[in-house]
């Protein structure tokens, strides 16, 4: 067998292999970067959550209507110990 005529014929299946593997390290890269990008919207420097708008109007929601019921709950506390 001739072995330089097998070498000479996978050179070029080396040579794709090795560009999937730089394009597909090149893809791992952007993503991260995108993600790292992405990131600095939702976490501060000092590694605190930052609340996107939505979540914020949503948990200003919450905090009303548990206020509400909390309100409501001590109105019937004070009828509950008046009746007494």
Request: charged share 25%; no cysteine; aromatic share 4%.
């Amino acid at each position: 067998m001739d072995y330089t005529k097998i070498i000479t014929s996978l050179i070029p299946l080396l040579l794709v292999a090795m560009w999937w593997v730089i394009d597909s390290m090149n893809t791992v890269n952007r993503d991260v970067y995108l993600i790292k990008s992405q990131m600095a919207h939702l976490i501060t420097p000092d590694g605190k959550i930052v609340p996107s708008t939505g979540n914020m109007v949503a948990r200003q929601e919450l905090k009303e209507e548990l206020i509400e019921k909390i309100n409501d709950l001590h109105v019937r506390l004070k009828i509950v110990e008046e009746s007494k």
